[in-house]
């Protein structure tokens, strides 16, 4: 088996835990009664800590796949349409700015910054469905308070996030090599311009 071959492979082992520790993680939130009844439909979010990894230690691509297969997943498993509506919605957006808000580099934002970030932009997917399917903007009006949760519940999440990296050797390692690989294809990318 070539080095390609074998690295691939390891990648889709890596993606396939990830995945399946996301989906335990998602039906037994469910399962956990919020304490807070002024905010109906705030959740804690504890999931968006496997979106957090994989955007640490594996390439785009492969973290939007991962963060794919667990909606489809955990939407398979005891879902409906319509959670899977919401879910997909606070997901891919929470997603793509928690990636775009990444790329301002760890001096600027933290990882703590980075999950907060998501915890907000998930509550504004599921509000910009809600609106679309009540045809109605008023249930953003609701946002004020799931934007207050969801940065407490970002901020639970990132100092999670953060204590894993620095006790799990492997997630440190995965971090390092990410880094490490980026960095080398931005120097060679400069110094084909150069040329």
């Known amino acids: 088996m070539s080095t390609y071959k074998a690295d691939r492979t390891r990648q889709y082992i890596y993606i396939a835990l990830l995945c399946a520790q996301g989906v335990i993680i998602g039906l ?3 399962m956990i009664p919020f304490p ?3 905010a109906p439909g705030a959740k804690l979010g504890l999931a968006n800590l496997i979106t957090i990894i994989s955007l640490f230690t594996m390439s785009i691509p492969d973290s939007f796949i991962l963060m794919c297969l667990r909606l489809l997943l955990t939407t398979l498993l005891g879902g409906t349409l319509s ?3 919401y879910s997909g919605a606070g ?3 929470s997603w793509f700015g928690m990636l775009l ?3 301002l580099g760890e001096k600027r934002v933290s990882m703590i910054g980075i ?5 907000i932009l998930h509550n504004v997917g599921q509000l910009l469905v809600a609106s679309l399917i009540a045809q109605s903007w008023t249930v953003m009006l609701y946002l004020p308070v799931l934007a207050f949760m969801g940065i407490l519940a970002g901020i639970a999440v990132g100092i999670a996030a953060n204590f894993l990296f620095e006790h ?3 997630l440190r390692r995965l971090r390092y090599d990410r880094t490490k ?3 080398k294809g931005a120097t060679h990318e400069n110094s084909s311009h150069v040329a």
Do not use: N, Y
């Open 28 to 30: 037994l939130e469910r």
């Open 36 to 38: 807070f009844a002024f």
């Open 83 to 85: 959670t899977f509506l």
């Open 91 to 93: 997901a891919v957006l």
């Open 101 to 103: 808000i990444k790329q």
């Open 115 to 119: 999950s907060a970030a998501g915890g």
């Open 168 to 170: 799990i050797d492997i």
């Open 181 to 183: 690989r980026r960095k």
